[in-house]
Every structure is written in C-alpha cells, then in structure tokens.
C-alpha cells in the first residue's frame, strides 16, 4: 500500500494555491531588508546602540552586574541574552560583548572585561567559558532611570519577558562611541567623538535651539579615536560632513624620529589609524619591502609590548624622514579613510541620514522625554505615598479606636472605611501595619514626611508645566555627564587622543619618485612603435636589434624615476612612468598596449619629462605654438590633448624652446627666421601661422639664441654657423615666405 500523500483535510482536489511570484518575492525581501534595517544593521539615534547591544546591557542590569558588584561568565550573560532576548547564534552576542569590552574598538566601554578578550593585533578573545565582565560606569549613565518607567518595554520574541524599545540614554552614546552596520541598500558610519566636546555642543543646542550647525565645530572639532592618531582632513571638508552626515577623515598614524646616534636615525610609530590590524598592518609593510616598493625603507621591527612601537628603519641616514612616512603612507594602511555616515533610526522607527545637529537635536529631545516619564512616575509614586501616610495620620491620631475595630470588628476594613472615610488602599495600608511600627508612628514623623513629599511634589508638578524647566533640567544632566568626562578631572577617559594637522605638502612627485629605485636607463622606440627600457645608459646604439623591417626611431638617456612623454601626430601627448616600461631582453612591446592610442597616429617624438622646460609644437601645414611641459602631462592612458589638428593636417614637431629666435624651413626649401616673442605660449590650441607655404609644409624648426648665431651640420657632419648680418636677408615677420636656404644647407631640409 502506498502512502497517502494527500494534504491533511485533502480530498483529491487540486490543492496548489497559485501565487504570484513577483509579488511573493518583494513582501518577502521587503520583510528581511526592514528585519536587517530596525533589528540589526542600524543604530537608535536616541541610545546609540543596536539591538544585540541594548539586549547585552540590558541583561546585564538583570544579573546585577553593576561596576561595584563582582564579575560574571560570559557564558552566563550570553545565555541569558540568548534564551530571553537575541534567538540568533551565541558567537554572534558573544562578539558584540567583547566589542564592546574592548579599549582600543570603544572609546568608552560599556562592558568592563576581565580575562582575554582579544587585541590590536587581531587575536580573538578565549572563549567565554572562561571570560567574566560587569557593566562600566558608562553602561550605568546609559541605563540611568530605566526602572522609572523611562521608556518603553515590548514583548519578547517568545512574549515570556519583556525589553526595552530603548535605554535612557543619559551618556551621548552614540557619538561618543561610534557605530557602523551595512543593512540592506543602506550603512551606516559614525566615528568615535569626544564626550566632553560632544556634551558641549549639546549644551550649546540647549542654549540656542537655532544655533548655525558650522559653530558647533568649535566644540566637536572632529572624531576621537580611541587608538589616536592624528586626523589630516582640512576644515572645510569637516566641516561639510558634519553639515550633511556624509564625508571621510583622513587619519594617520603618529610617528617621531628617534636618533640612533652618529647620524644614523629610526622613524617610531606609536599609534595607527583606528580599525587597522597591527600583525596584518605589519606584514603588508614588509611584502611591499621585499616586492621593492618601498625603496626608502630597509627593515620594519614590531617592538609593541603594551604600548604601540613599530620601528621603521631607512635604506640610508641621507633620506628624509618625512618623505620616507610620505612613501609609507601612501601605500599602507598608516594613512586610512574612516567613513563618515551617520544613517540611524531616528525616533526609533524611520532610517535617515542626519546632521550633528539633527543628532544632537534628537538625543536631547529623547533625554526630555525620559525627564518627563521619570517625573509622572515619580509624581504617581509620592501621590500613593501620601495617601497612605494621610491615613496613617488618621490611625496615629484615633489609635484606640482602630485597634479596637480590629479587634472586634468581622470585617474591620470596612467598618474603618465608613468610620473615618478612609480609602481602600488606606485602610489596606492601616490594616497591613506592624505592632512595631506603632511605638515609632509618631505624628511628627508622619507630618515631616507628609511636608517633605508635598514640596516634592509641588516641585515635579511645576516642572511638568514649563518646558523652560524642563530644558534647564536636561541642561543640568548634560553638564553633570560632562563633569564625569572632563579632561581636567579625568585625564584617563576624557582626553583627547586623536590630535589635527595639516599633511605635509610634499610633491607627489618627490614622494612617486621615493616610492621607485632610481636606475639608469636608456629608452628605445622603433619606428614601428615598439618600446622597451636598457638598464644602464648606453654610448653605442648601433648594436640594438630589432624585429624584421624594423628599426630605430629614436634612444635617449633616462633614470628609471623619470616620466616618458610621447607626442603623436594626432596632437596628442601620452605619459608613461620609466619604472614601468618592459625590460630590454626582448624587442619590448608596441606603445598601443600601454596606452589607448588611435589606429591612425603614429609617434612624432618621445623624451624624459623636465617640468621647468618649454616646448615648441608644430603641425605640417606650418601652424605651432608654445608650451609649458609641466602643462602637457596626462594622468590617464586617453593622454592629453595638446595641439589640435584636422586631417589631412597633423602634428609634426616637438622640440625644446632655448634662445630668443626661431628657424622655419619648409618643404620648398625657403627659410625662415623671427623672433621667439612673435609664438604665443598657449596650453592647448591649433596655434599659429610660423610660415606660409603654396603647397607642400614644414619641414625642420629650430630655436636659437642670435647672439651665437643659426647653425646646422651637412652630410659630411660640418657644421655651419650664420650670424645676424649674414642672416639679414632671412629675417622677417611671422607666417612670411621666406627665401630659399643658403648655399651649403642640407639637402635633407633638416638642421642635423
């Protein structure tokens, strides 16, 4: 017999519920992203903390694990939160426990640790069975209130407890120690903050609830980490990250120079970016050392015992400290970006990007809140209070009678209800007494009490009808926070440790140039366009050999820090770093793989970058112009475009500008000589008319000083020199004819 495999209740009908796919999987997704966004992934703006966090500190208020108490398992804290609060993984709480006990991850733990619970460098916490904690005195502040009908408690996920929706939050939290989640579509990253600066800038929003957001800054000048270091960001860029909730701070580490004595020195680092693994920090360093990426720097020693001490030793005594920290910098994680993204929960429900001061804003409206919860639950406790002392009085006053009463009476309660016009819960209160409490039920007593409370209460209730009260209330609690963590008194917790600089202005130049070994090379360009790089300079460039129909174009001399320029005829300048040319064993590789260079244009001319040069570029047709070489670099593999010509029209020269003249010799042989001062120095643009031409084009330029005289070589290698009197005939305004070469020029049309 098989099976019935008909649903429960089936009766052989089609049971398949049709479901529109579509539909099912966005309520499904939308139910996971908006789990991850408000019970996970984000921060309370009003607390600071995400659930598993609040559930921690809550349980731990439950086990009574305050700072002056002992200390707990672990394991135990966790179980509780576990099985009461957070059903997810029991590593998952316990890494947010130690996150939360560690000094170097917290700028003000909530959880005081004791036993391993992980470091700097990485190493995880022993495991909790053997880990103990208690709450710290920030946990305390946070919690401050909580049994005062503060906030408010939902049911748990089984509906057995309950927990609170959020803490009352009396520290800053969430400024003060940060927080960063990834949810879904959206994350969230807040730096630490000092909280005695974050407590004045709140006093100051209580002050001047319109206060501009920029003169908060000169309270929160910016993050305070708990590792140090030294933020490089300029106060403009601050300034409009806490303007809008998103931005970045570049943050380095702190470093001195320590002499070794005769001229020898170390650079010593003592502490590094917030976030950054020591072991991992330190084995990227020494792969880029080994890899020769960091010529400047010899060795790296980790010396750290309690304190950070990493020693950087330098290549030679002659480098400069500061530009071998510049290199390292650059490529390692000494120098980080920490992200600034303050999306929260705001009001506890709605996921938002705000501003310090909206953050602020809304932290100090939460702390009014619990002010005004805390002092109804107050005002409802001394108005139960005084009912019941008014019916002591009324007891202490008739004394006889009410013994008499209950010890005759059936149902006593009632009768001294309607004898002295008690209430039930007075009556109740009377009937509940102690003999005892009869000798020391003194009149004066209850009636001291009775006053006392009655001042208390006129007070509250004063309280709760200005809002002017309420706010110097919050003011008070404020300053009282800010008292705790003032640097004066409390040096440990409450003084900066993050410092600001400026980043040294060093040329990125001089720093690229420190990151590279500088070696002599001799660059190579066929005529087909194929480069490579000889090490060494060479004197012979005959022995070079090239591929089968190929042949030299041109070689020079450069150092392996040098940037190669290449000019096409497209008006085009292309820049490739010397360090990065193939090597010379083979015929190197063709110029289009290194950089995106059109099918039609070929190579005019390469050379080694000299930013103080000035070039002067010409096209066929005989137009041309002056350019500053520092002008013409391209930072991209497109290159820049520098002379603009249109077909059949294309660049044809690129030479070095020296002396006060210029020589123009065409195709038709005619000659040319102007002054210098008649080109335009332009960065980019078609130029102008150097010579004018029937038909046919240039055909050689050259730039010379007058005083020594125009001078070219012939066939036979001699060279010839024409001064100014001799070159009378030849001299003319710009975009002339000019008159055909004289006698003993070459034939090549070409200056030599």
């Known amino acids: 017999m098989g099976k019935d495999l008909l649903p429960p209740g089936g009766d052989g009908g089609d049971a398949v519920e049709p479901v529109d796919l579509k539909k099912a999987l966005e309520e499904r997704y939308l139910a996971y992203a908006l789990s991850t966004i408000m019970h996970r992934a984000l921060p309370d703006v009003r607390d600071g903390l995400k659930p598993v966090h609040r559930r921690i500190v809550h349980t731990m208020r439950l086990l009574r694990l305050s700072p002056d108490q002992g200390f707990a398992k672990c394991a135990r804290i966790v179980g509780d939160v576990m099985g009461k609060f957070h ?37 995880n916490a022993a495991a909790m069975r053997y880990t103990e904690a208690r709450m710290t005195e920030v946990a305390s502040e946070i919690l401050t209130g909580i ?74 000048k910016g993050p305070d980490f708990p590792t140090g270091g030294i933020i490089v960001e300029d106060q403009a860029s601050i300034r409009e990250a806490y303007a809008t909730g998103r931005g970045g701070f570049r943050v380095r580490a702190r470093w001195h120079k ?46 750290s015992a309690e304190d950070i001490r990493i ?53 100090l409206d939460h702390r009014r809140e619990v002010l005004l919860r805390r002092s109804r639950h107050r005002l409802a406790e001394i108005e139960k209070r005084l009912e019941i002392l008014a019916g002591y009085l ?84 404020v300053a009282k926070v800010r008292q705790t963590f003032d640097p004066e008194k409390n040096q440990a917790l ?127 047709a005989g137009n041309g112009f002056v350019v500053a070489e520092k002008e013409i670099v391209a930072n991209t593999r497109k290159g820049k475009q520098v002379m603009n010509v249109k077909a059949p029209d294309e660049a044809k020269l690129c030479l070095p500008v020296s002396g006060d003249h210029v020589a123009v010799v065409g195709q038709n042989r005619k000659l040319l000589v102007f002054p210098l001062a008649e080109v335009p120095e332009m960065t980019r643009g078609k130029g102008v008319r150097l010579q004018r031409y029937k038909d046919g084009g240039v055909s050689d330029i050259k730039t010379f000083a007058m005083e020594e005289g125009l001078s070219w070589k012939d066939s036979a290698d001699r060279t010839f020199v024409k001064t100014r009197e001799e070159l009378t005939e030849w001299i003319g305004n710009r975009a002339a004819a000019g008159r055909m070469a004289p006698k003993g020029f070459p034939r090549t049309g070409k200056f030599g």
């Open 87 to 123: 059903p997810h993984g029991d590593q998952s709480i316990y890494d947010a426990l130690v996150r939360l006990a560690q000094p170097f991850a917290m700028r003000y733990p909530l959880v005081d640790g004791q036993g391993n619970f992980g470091n700097i460098d990485g190493d």
């Open 147 to 220: 049994t005062e009908d503060a906030v408010d408690f939902r049911l748990t996920y089984n509906e057995e407890d309950e927990e609170p929706t959020v803490l009352p939050g009396a520290f800053p939290n969430l400024l003060c120690n940060g927080s960063s989640g990834i949810a879904v579509g959206m994350a969230t990253s807040i730096p630490p903050h000092n909280a005695a600066e974050v407590c004045d800038a709140a006093l100051a929003v209580i002050d001047d609830p319109d206060i501009d957001p920029d003169r908060l800054l000169d309270f929160v």
């Open 258 to 303: 320590e002499d070794q004595g005769r001229g020898t020195w170390t650079a010593v680092v003592t502490e590094i970016p917030y976030g950054v693994q020591k072991s991992r920090l330190i084995e990227k360093i020494a792969e880029l050392i080994i890899s020769r990426r960091l010529p400047l720097l010899e060795d790296i020693r980790d010396e």
């Open 311 to 363: 020693v950087l030793v330098p290549k030679s005594r002659t480098v400069a400290p500061e530009l071998l920290m510049e290199s390292v910098f650059k490529l390692t994680d000494l120098e980080s970006r920490f992200p600034l993204n303050m999306n929260v929960l705001s009001r506890g429900k709605v996921p938002g990007v705000l501003s310090l001061k909206q953050v602020l804003r809304e932290w």
């Open 394 to 477: 009324v007891a202490y006053l008739n004394i006889d009678e009410v013994i008499r009463i209950i010890r005759e009476e059936d149902e006593p309660k009632k009768v001294m209800i309607a004898r002295f016009e008690l209430t039930d819960t007075q009556a109740e209160a009377i009937l509940n007494m102690r003999l005892r409490a009869l000798r020391k039920l003194e009149e004066f007593e209850i009636r001291k009490e009775f006053e006392k409370l009655s001042e208390e209460k006129d007070g509250i209730e004063a309280l709760l009808a200005s809002t002017a009260r309420q706010w110097k209330t919050v003011r008070w609690e």
């Open 494 to 620: 409450g003084k900066r440790r993050t410092t600001f600089a400026e980043a040294p202005e060093h040329d990125l130049e001089e720093v690229h140039e420190a990151l590279i070994e500088r070696e002599p090379i001799t660059v190579v360009l066929s005529e087909k366009g194929w480069l490579r790089a000889m090490k060494g300079h060479l004197a012979d460039f005959s022995s070079l050999s090239f591929k089968e129909g190929d042949s030299l174009k041109i070689a020079f001399h450069a150092q392996t820090t040098d940037k190669i320029l290449l000019f096409t005829t497209g008006g085009k300048v292309f820049t490739i770093g010397a360090d990065r040319l193939p090597g010379g064993r083979g015929h190197g590789e063709p110029v289009r793989i290194m950089v995106d260079m059109d099918n039609d244009q070929a190579i005019v001319t390469a050379f080694a970058h000299d930013p103080e040069r000035k070039l002067l570029v010409a096209s066929h």
